[in-house]
């Protein structure tokens, strides 16, 4: 308990120590919030929908994607939207078990809904070989690699993502499945390819830079820092080595004990300026990569 007292604490105390060193506050106007839980989920989460929705308009953010592991969310983001004015909000699907696993059907309803919302495929995230097995979960995976090549099942995926300009993102796949993956996307047309969590699956610096040679954007997620897996100098380092027009940052905060999406956000922006990250990177990787990635920027 005071562990998650002290994790919930943190942001807001970086806030402040953020705020009094350079003697400004940090605005999220037009920042797109590309990693969003928000409930109702079957994971105990801190917000609804429209909860989050409105803490995000008042923060004068421009954008929301909404993620779930477990359903498609271009719906609720198109009923989120009717209720609050003024911010672009975007859903997706993870290709997880509770959908099918690698079912292209599942990507045919998200573009198919009426709203035209859905903007986001995760390749399986909870249910994904790699993060199973790390975890030493016994039971069902979704591999996405069979025999050393991509699954045959990816090839109908990949063309739906490209033909509707998708932004094809890697869930929770190894390292080495995303550099094998990259190319065949290329290959049918996927044109945006986002490494969710980039850093989480530890990847080598090679493997980093094959994913960033192939163009493929990187995600950052204060989640990360906020569980203490990784550091911003981390970040900081990763972002000086490959440069920031590879790289995205996210909260994927929603969880019930975690701080508010939008204090998460502050606490990123100021903790990566005060690790030395100047604020046209932090626009470039909080503002204008998501809103290209969502096709509100050309
Ligand atoms: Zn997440």
Redo the contacts with the bound molecule.
């Keep these: 308990m005071t562990r998650w007292l002290i994790v919930a604490l943190v942001p807001s105390l970086m806030l402040m120590v953020g705020g009094r060193a350079n003697g400004q506050t940090t605005s999220l106007a037009g920042v797109i919030d590309f990693?969003v839980?928000s409930g109702p989920d079957s994971r105990p989460r801190s917000v609804s929908d429209l909860e989050v929705a409105r803490i995000a308009k008042r923060a004068g953010m421009r954008g929301l994607v909404f993620?779930n592991h477990f359903t498609m969310t271009a719906d609720r983001a198109w009923l989120a939207m009717q209720e609050v004015d003024g911010i672009e909000i975007f859903g997706g699907v993870a290709l997880n078990h509770a959908v099918g696993g690698l079912n292209a059907e599942a990507v045919r309803q998200l573009v198919a809904f009426s709203g035209g919302r859905g903007k986001v495929v995760w390749l399986p995230t909870f249910d994904a070989e790699f993060w199973m097995t790390r975890a030493g979960d016994p039971g069902e995976f979704i591999p996405v690699m069979v025999g050393g090549r991509p699954d045959p099942a990816l090839g109908e995926i990949f063309d739906l993502i490209a033909e509707h300009d998708l932004v094809l993102a890697m869930g929770h796949s190894s390292p080495a499945e995303v550099v094998a993956l990259i190319p065949e996307a290329r290959r049918r047309g996927v044109r945006k390819i986002l490494v969710t969590h980039g850093l989480g699956q530890q990847p080598s610096t090679e493997q980093l830079a094959a994913m960033v040679e192939q163009d493929a954007i990187i995600e950052l997620v204060w989640l990360a820092i906020q569980n203490g897996e990784f550091a911003l100098a981390d970040y900081a380092a990763a972002i000086r080595t490959f440069g920031a027009r590879h790289f995205l940052l996210s909260s994927?905060l929603g969880q019930a004990m975690s701080p508010l999406h939008t204090d998460g956000l502050v606490a990123f922006m100021e903790g990566l300026r005060a690790e030395g990250i100047g604020d046209a990177d932090i626009d470039l990787m909080i503002r204008r990569n998501p809103a290209r990635l969502l096709g509100l920027d050309r």
Aim: proline content about 0%.
């Design positions: 990693h839980h993620k994927d």
